[in-house]
């Protein structure tokens, strides 16, 4: 596997002018080494080879497992979990209840089971998004002259003068308590760091002996960044959208704690733990097995961001 | 030197400006009448009107924040609709525990993450640096209030070795002079209530401190193998150095420079994360305010903590770099030539 910053055309895979262009063939050169997906496929290939330790391979596997719980969780969940049962409230973990039930009688791994799919797929749209939006406002930011670039840093720098907690908290607030709008203001919280990181990475790959020789054969800033730049600089924003899943986890969790994630009924893993703190010395089953799924889930996405850094990051690469 | 630092001022004034400008107009998207939670749920028709008035929320929105703008420059927040007292005299009581809170939690922090960190990098590989690998992972992963939660039920309500909640025991609350709860029981000259300030603030702190401990302690280790690698770390050995003098003197000062840095930015951010904890152990710190605040739709005191949150959280920044530029002369060339990218 050749990890060099080659340029893109060069390893494209050999494909005639006449050969039909099919979706699966479009994913396939998406995911080759030479592709925009090509750091992601590098990245994930040999998780599993001699060169993986026992605890990367551990955090690789359980990372899989909670993507796993999260889309399939609402359909192997053994109660309903909106379902109130006064009767048994606050039942203790036993054979019916593997993790008891909270104040209301709903079992609690239904609920941690159906919060998997709310916490987590939430917590990947966020990054998703943010990176994807950080990325474009970067390529902007690059291609625009000088006042423009340093216009929207600045507004990168403002953004950046608060602490993403608060200022995701007032936007969240802002705009009402509902999963989509904690999505929307975890985004504004996030994107300055991404743009700012990538817009560096950027200026340092446009001056590059092979961009330089693009440039000098009469192609324009515009395709030059789009196929020249772009692509040897994604493995660089892999590494940080992966390190960024596990913060943003936890950054939602804490905002659901505090009241202004999804509302009430829904099960949401921060949201839980705010609901059985008050029981904590009478019933510590209610908050203590959704701060676990938490702790858990922040710690195999961020081992998984490590492993995934060590493989794509250039100036480790060596290294190894 | 000088003119740097001007400009670097002049951009972190902008920065706060423009934090304060968005959370305004965001404040006025709130859906709901500021004025009817100022005048209070059983007002009538012509309260909520006069609330209005007093408030000035009768004005065009442009017009509120020329007004706010004007009034905040001269040190003026304008009044709590929650509390009814002004929002500066709100913050100058609530700012102290909150800053407590955090240097504390930065004292832990270096007292404990750093020479685990050194340990682990001198033991590479053996059993001690593998356990205390496992627990900078751990530390990093669990979310802070639940840690607050957890280490409240064991220690305080299980064991009972440290107070559940608050800033003081009922009647040991030092007389206010500075606002810092630690300070003012030194000045009033009483031992128990400095214990009992103190005792209050360890476990917040604690909770607190877990992820950034887990950053500062690996930062060091990774540091620290690098510079045990060394030839002048070799050289010290085989001059007859002992393995403390190659650690402390050789190793850990290398790497100080960057855990400084790390310390100086996370200041900011225990300034967010604070907010969760103190929620947890009704703390009546800047977090808990904010939480309220907002939970209340009470503008202006969202606008004061934001304010204030920001301006530590720049000043931080603003130091780290200064404190950077003053100690390390490579950073010093890069900034000072304006070559940076």
């Known amino acids: 596997m050749t990890l060099t910053s080659t340029p893109p055309e060069a390893e494209a895979p050999e494909i005639g002018a006449d050969t039909p262009r099919t979706p699966a063939r479009r994913a396939y050169e998406w995911l080759t080494p030479a592709g925009l997906g090509g750091g992601i496929s590098r990245g994930l290939r040999g998780l599993?080879?001699?060169?993986?330790?026992?605890?990367?391979?551990?955090?690789?596997?359980?990372?899989?497992?909670?993507?796993?719980?999260?889309?399939?969780?609402?359909?192997?969940?053994?109660?309903?979990?909106?379902?109130?049962?006064?009767?048994?409230?606050?039942?203790?973990?036993?054979?019916?209840?593997?993790?008891?039930?909270?104040?209301?009688?709903?079992?609690?791994?239904?609920?941690?089971?159906?919060?998997?799919?709310?916490?987590?797929?939430?917590?990947?749209?966020?990054?998703?998004?943010?990176?994807?939006?950080?990325?474009?406002?970067?390529?902007?930011?690059v291609l625009s002259p000088r006042g423009v670039d340093a216009t929207i840093m600045r507004i990168c720098d403002i953004f950046m003068a608060l602490p993403a907690m608060v200022l995701a908290l007032g936007i969240a607030a802002a705009l009402g308590p509902s999963l989509g709008s904690v999505v929307l203001a975890m985004v504004i919280a996030m994107?300055?760091?991404?743009?700012?990181l990538v817009r560096g990475i950027l200026r340092v790959t446009m001056n590059a002996a092979y961009v330089e020789s693009a440039r000098v054969n009469g192609i324009g800033r515009f395709p030059t960044?789009?196929?020249?730049?772009?692509?040897?600089?994604?493995?660089?924003?892999y590494v940080q959208a992966s390190m960024e899943i596990s913060g943003a986890v936890v950054l939602m969790a804490g905002l659901a704690y505090l009241g202004v994630g999804a509302p009430p009924p829904s099960a949401d893993w921060g949201a839980m733990v705010a609901q059985g703190r008050e029981y904590i010395t009478t019933a510590w089953w209610v908050a203590t097995f959704p701060g676990l799924a938490i702790t858990v889930a922040a710690i195999a996405f961020g081992l998984l961001g490590d492993v995934i850094r060590v493989r794509l990051d250039p100036s480790l690469r060596r290294k190894r | 030197?000088?003119?740097?630092?001007?400009?670097?001022?002049?951009?972190?004034l902008l920065s706060v400006w423009?934090?304060?400008?968005?959370?305004?107009?965001?404040?006025?998207?709130?859906?709901?009448?500021?004025?009817?939670?100022?005048?209070?749920?059983?007002?009538?028709?012509?309260?909520?009107?006069?609330?209005?008035?007093?408030?000035?929320?009768?004005?065009?929105?442009?017009?509120?924040?020329?007004?706010?703008?004007?009034?905040a420059v001269r040190g003026d927040l304008g009044e709590s609709a929650s509390t009814h007292q002004s929002v500066v005299s709100d913050l100058a009581n609530t700012v102290p525990t909150t800053l407590q809170l955090v240097v504390v939690t930065m004292l832990l922090t270096v007292v404990i993450a750093v020479p685990l960190g050194a340990l682990s990098a001198a033991l590479r590989d053996r059993a001690p640096d593998v356990s205390a690998r496992i627990l900078f992972v751990l530390a990093g992963g669990v979310p802070v209030f639940w840690l607050a939660i957890l280490l409240q039920w064991v220690f305080a309500s299980n064991l009972g070795w440290f107070p559940?909640?608050?800033?003081?025991?009922?009647?040991?609350?030092?007389?206010?002079?500075?606002?810092?709860?630690?300070?003012?029981?030194?000045?009033?000259?009483?031992?128990a209530m400095f214990g009992d300030s103190l005792a209050h603030v360890i476990l917040p702190a604690l909770a607190l401190s877990a992820p950034f401990m887990s950053t500062i302690a690996r930062n060091v280790r990774s540091n620290m193998i690098g510079a045990l690698d060394t030839d002048y770390v070799s050289f010290a050995i085989s001059k007859g150095a002992g393995p403390y003098r190659v650690v402390v003197h050789h190793g850990l000062r290398s790497t100080m420079g960057s855990t400084l840095t790390l310390l100086g930015m996370q200041f900011g951010w225990m300034m967010g994360a604070a907010l969760l904890v103190e929620s947890v152990f009704a703390l009546p710190g800047i977090g808990t305010y904010l939480n309220q605040a907002v939970l209340n739709q009470d503008t202006f005191a969202v606008l004061g903590c934001v304010l204030v949150i920001g301006i530590v959280f720049t000043v931080a920044s603003l130091v780290v770099e200064v404190v950077q530029i003053w100690t390390d002369p490579r950073v010093r060339q890069s900034h000072l030539t304006g070559a940076q990218a």
């Open chain 1, 48 to 141: 599993f080879g001699r060169h993986t330790g026992a605890l990367d391979r551990s955090a690789v596997v359980v990372s899989i497992l909670l993507v796993a719980i999260a889309i399939i969780g609402p359909f192997v969940a053994p109660y309903d979990p909106y379902l109130a049962v006064p009767a048994d409230a606050l039942l203790p973990p036993g054979s019916q209840h593997w993790m008891g039930t909270d104040d209301a009688g709903r079992d609690v791994l239904s609920r941690l089971l159906v919060g998997a799919g709310t916490t987590l797929l939430a917590a990947v749209a966020v990054v998703l998004i943010s990176t994807i939006v950080g990325v474009l406002v970067a390529c902007v930011a």
């Open chain 1, 191 to 196: 994107w300055p760091g991404t743009t700012r």
């Open chain 1, 225 to 237: 960044l789009v196929r020249h730049v772009l692509p040897n600089s994604l493995d660089s924003v």
């Open chain 2, 1 to 12: 030197m000088a003119t740097y630092i001007a400009k670097r001022l002049g951009l972190a």
């Open chain 2, 18 to 71: 423009g934090v304060i400008t968005i959370v305004f107009f965001m404040t006025k998207l709130i859906p709901g009448d500021a004025a009817r939670v100022a005048a209070g749920r059983t007002a009538t028709a012509e309260q909520v009107e006069q609330a209005r008035q007093r408030l000035g929320l009768d004005l065009p929105v442009i017009e509120q924040y020329f007004l706010f703008l004007g009034k």
């Open chain 2, 164 to 191: 559940i909640s608050g800033a003081n025991s009922f009647g040991m609350s030092p007389p206010s002079v500075t606002g810092f709860t630690l300070v003012d029981s030194l000045i009033a000259g009483s031992p």
